[in-house]
Protein backbone atom coordinates (compact mmCIF):
# COMPACT_ATOMS: atom_id res chain seq x y z
CA UNK A 1 0.00 0.00 0.00
CA UNK A 2 1.45 3.42 -0.96
CA UNK A 3 1.62 6.27 1.27
CA UNK A 4 3.01 9.71 1.36
CA UNK A 5 3.40 11.73 4.59
CA UNK A 6 4.11 15.44 4.98
CA UNK A 7 5.99 16.78 7.46
CA UNK A 8 8.25 20.47 8.64
CA UNK A 9 5.54 22.62 8.74
CA UNK A 10 5.05 25.29 11.27
CA UNK A 11 4.85 28.74 11.82
CA UNK A 12 7.17 31.16 10.56
CA UNK A 13 8.20 34.70 10.48
CA UNK A 14 7.67 36.80 6.85
CA UNK A 15 11.18 36.46 4.91
CA UNK A 16 11.61 33.28 6.42
CA UNK A 17 12.68 29.96 5.49
CA UNK A 18 11.11 25.86 5.85
CA UNK A 19 11.48 22.98 4.44
CA UNK A 20 9.19 20.27 4.11
CA UNK A 21 9.49 16.57 3.74
CA UNK A 22 7.03 14.07 1.72
CA UNK A 23 8.04 10.17 2.28
CA UNK A 24 6.97 7.55 -0.18
CA UNK A 25 6.26 4.48 0.55
CA UNK A 26 5.84 1.56 -2.03
CA UNK A 27 7.08 1.63 -5.55
CA UNK A 28 5.74 4.78 -7.28
CA UNK A 29 8.34 7.10 -6.21
CA UNK A 30 10.96 5.70 -8.72
CA UNK A 31 8.00 5.51 -11.87
CA UNK A 32 6.39 8.92 -11.27
CA UNK A 33 6.74 12.39 -11.60
CA UNK A 34 6.32 14.40 -8.23
CA UNK A 35 4.80 17.36 -6.93
CA UNK A 36 4.10 19.88 -4.00
CA UNK A 37 0.09 21.36 -3.32
CA UNK A 38 -1.35 23.59 -1.09
CA UNK A 39 -4.93 24.28 -0.13
CA UNK A 40 -5.19 28.06 1.43
CA UNK A 41 -8.19 28.63 3.86
CA UNK A 42 -11.05 29.49 1.55
CA UNK A 43 -9.59 28.20 -1.59
CA UNK A 44 -9.26 25.09 -3.75
CA UNK A 45 -6.02 23.25 -3.39
CA UNK A 46 -3.48 24.16 -6.09
CA UNK A 47 -0.34 22.92 -8.00
CA UNK A 48 2.79 24.62 -6.47
CA UNK A 49 5.95 22.76 -7.90
CA UNK A 50 6.31 19.48 -10.16
CA UNK A 51 9.66 17.69 -10.29
CA UNK A 52 9.89 14.64 -13.25
CA UNK A 53 11.60 11.30 -12.76
CA UNK A 54 14.36 13.24 -14.60
CA UNK A 55 14.71 16.71 -16.00
CA UNK A 56 13.59 20.51 -15.32
CA UNK A 57 11.54 21.25 -12.34
CA UNK A 58 8.36 23.52 -12.74
CA UNK A 59 6.95 25.84 -10.41
CA UNK A 60 3.76 27.91 -10.08
CA UNK A 61 4.64 31.52 -10.60
CA UNK A 62 3.80 33.09 -7.22
CA UNK A 63 6.46 30.98 -6.35
CA UNK A 64 9.32 31.08 -8.57
CA UNK A 65 12.26 32.16 -7.77
CA UNK A 66 11.49 31.61 -3.70
CA UNK A 67 10.57 27.59 -3.66
CA UNK A 68 12.69 24.79 -5.12
CA UNK A 69 11.48 20.95 -5.18
CA UNK A 70 14.04 18.32 -5.16
CA UNK A 71 14.01 14.67 -4.81
CA UNK A 72 16.02 12.39 -2.95
CA UNK A 73 15.34 8.59 -4.72
CA UNK A 74 17.86 6.63 -2.33
CA UNK A 75 15.55 7.57 0.42
CA UNK A 76 11.84 7.90 -1.73
CA UNK A 77 11.74 11.67 -0.12
CA UNK A 78 10.37 14.56 -1.92
CA UNK A 79 11.42 17.93 -0.66
CA UNK A 80 10.11 21.65 -1.18
CA UNK A 81 12.86 24.36 0.00
CA UNK A 82 10.85 27.84 1.23
CA UNK A 83 12.57 30.78 1.00
CA UNK A 84 11.15 34.35 1.19
CA UNK A 85 8.04 33.21 2.85
CA UNK A 86 4.94 35.30 2.55
CA UNK A 87 1.68 35.40 4.37
CA UNK A 88 0.25 34.74 0.95
CA UNK A 89 2.02 31.24 1.56
CA UNK A 90 0.07 30.42 4.41
CA UNK A 91 -1.45 26.98 3.80
CA UNK A 92 -1.80 23.09 4.40
CA UNK A 93 0.66 21.49 2.13
CA UNK A 94 0.44 18.26 0.08
CA UNK A 95 2.78 16.11 -2.01
CA UNK A 96 1.60 13.68 -4.44
CA UNK A 97 1.81 12.54 -7.81
CA UNK A 98 1.76 14.96 -10.85
CA UNK A 99 -1.34 14.80 -11.91
CA UNK A 100 -2.49 13.98 -8.40
CA UNK A 101 -4.35 10.92 -7.64
CA UNK A 102 -7.02 11.59 -5.39
CA UNK A 103 -6.03 8.00 -3.33
CA UNK A 104 -2.28 9.35 -2.68
CA UNK A 105 -4.14 12.76 -0.86
CA UNK A 106 -2.15 12.71 3.12
CA UNK A 107 -3.12 14.99 5.84
CA UNK A 108 -1.17 17.58 4.83
CA UNK A 109 1.63 19.83 6.65
CA UNK A 110 0.30 23.15 7.87
CA UNK A 111 2.03 26.33 7.03
CA UNK A 112 1.76 29.34 9.10
CA UNK A 113 3.33 32.78 7.77
CA UNK A 114 2.88 35.14 10.40
CA UNK A 115 4.56 37.84 12.31
Known amino acids: QVQLVESGGGLVQPGGSLRLSCAASGSIFSIYAMAWYRQAPGKQRELVAS???????AYTDSVKGRFTISRDSANNTVYLQMSTLKPDDTAVYYCNLDPARPVYWGKGTLVTVSS
Open 51 to 57: IPRSGRA
